[in-house]
């Protein structure tokens, strides 16, 4: 007898918690106008297209140094690396970006292939830089940036893929090769890595 009642006491607890929230009624939605883009950005989805003047944001919080593309929702390195010295086998640019602070913030990582060419414009005709126009990116014309995407055929040695932005041409390249970095920040794939 003591069990049933200890079980029905159970039950009886998730029950009334589901009637109380049913009676009492939805929640309601932030008014679309209550929201101050200054301050919380709305965040896009893939599938949307913004004009590139709303599209990007120069974030003040980052020490301006770091750049919001509302379409995808991820942070980048307004200036990315373009000096000779800046370049790195893919291994140290993955490591390079893990220990990166931009903008006073840490959590830097390689984008994957998809995220770069997010990024490019394919109405720009090559050669030239393909990013869109009046993007806020300090980004060199004919640098290539590695990616976190390796390539998925077995071979030796182990290749990935680069991001020319001149042009906007993905390629596979050896993992020893020297490459530029331009790091991001946001949700990840882990499958690209």
């Known amino acids: 007898m003591k069990n049933r009642r200890s079980l029905f006491i159970h039950a009886l607890g998730p029950l009334a918690i589901l009637v109380l929230l049913f009676l009492d009624g939805p929640i309601a939605a932030i008014a679309d106008d209550s929201i101050d883009d200054a301050k919380q950005p709305r965040l896009k989805a893939w599938s949307n297209i913004i004009p590139t003047a709303k599209r990007f944001v120069v974030l003040a919080d980052f020490n301006n140094e770091a750049v919001l593309d509302r379409e995808t929702g991820l942070v980048w390195e ?87 932005v001149s042009g906007g041409i993905v390629q596979v390249e050896p993992k020893t090769n020297f490459r530029n970095i331009w790091c991001v920040r946001g949700p990840m794939n882990t499958d690209a890595y």
Not at 78 to 99: E, M
Not at 105 to 133: H, K
């Open 78 to 164: 307004q200036s990315p690396s373009s000096l000779r010295d800046d370049i790195k086998s893919w291994k140290d640019a993955r490591l390079t970006c893990a220990n990166k602070a931009v903008g006073r913030r840490q959590g830097w990582r390689l984008p994957s292939i998809i995220e770069f060419a997010s990024l490019i414009d394919p109405s720009i005709p090559s050669p030239g830089l393909s990013l869109p126009a009046g993007h806020p990116f300090n980004a060199p014309t004919s640098v290539r940036y590695w990616s976190a995407t390796s390539s998925a055929a077995d071979e030796a040695p182990p290749n990935a893929w680069v991001m020319y």
